[in-house]
Nanobody, 127 residues
C-alpha cells in the first residue's frame, strides 16, 4: 500500500509559477514510478507528467512540455511538479499517482497504469 499526499496548489495569475509536492509513504513507496494528472472542470483526468523509479526518465504531455518539470527526491519519497508560465488552461485538480514497478526506468503514462492516487490539490490560474 502507498499513501500519497499532495500540497502546493493555489491561485496564481497567468504567467506565474507554482510547485506541487507529493509525499509518498508506505512500504512500496520507494519502488514506485510516479506521475501527475489533472482534471479540469467538466473534463476527464489527463496525464501531465511521469517519472521513473530511478528518476532518470521523464515524460510530459505536449501542452506542458517546456513549462513543467517533474522531479523526485528519493531520500524523502517525494515527487515535485514545478509549473512555470501557467495559463488558465492549466486550471484543475492535480493528482499524484504511483505504481509499484520492477524496472527502474519505466514511466507510466495512462490513468489505468497507476495503482495509487492522492486526493488532489486545486490549481487555479486567473487571466
Amino acid at each position: 500500500q502507498v499513501l500519497l499526499v499532495e500540497s502546493g496548489g493555489g491561485l496564481v495569475q497567468a504567467g506565474g509559477s507554482l510547485r506541487l509536492s507529493c509525499a509518498a509513504s508506505g512500504r512500496a513507496a520507494s519502488r514506485c514510478a510516479l506521475g501527475w494528472f489533472r482534471q479540469a472542470p467538466g473534463k476527464g483526468r489527463e496525464f501531465v507528467a511521469g517519472i521513473s523509479r530511478n528518476g532518470g526518465t521523464t515524460n510530459y504531455t505536449d501542452s506542458v512540455r517546456g513549462r513543467f518539470t517533474i522531479s523526485r527526491d528519493s531520500t524523502r519519497n517525494t515527487v515535485y511538479l514545478q509549473m512555470n508560465h501557467l495559463n488558465p488552461l492549466d486550471t484543475g485538480v492535480y493528482y499524484c499517482a504511483a505504481r509499484e514497478v520492477y524496472f527502474s526506468t519505466y514511466v507510466a503514462l495512462t490513468e489505468s497504469d497507476y495503482d495509487y492516487w492522492g486526493r488532489g490539490t486545486q490549481v487555479t490560474v486567473s487571466s
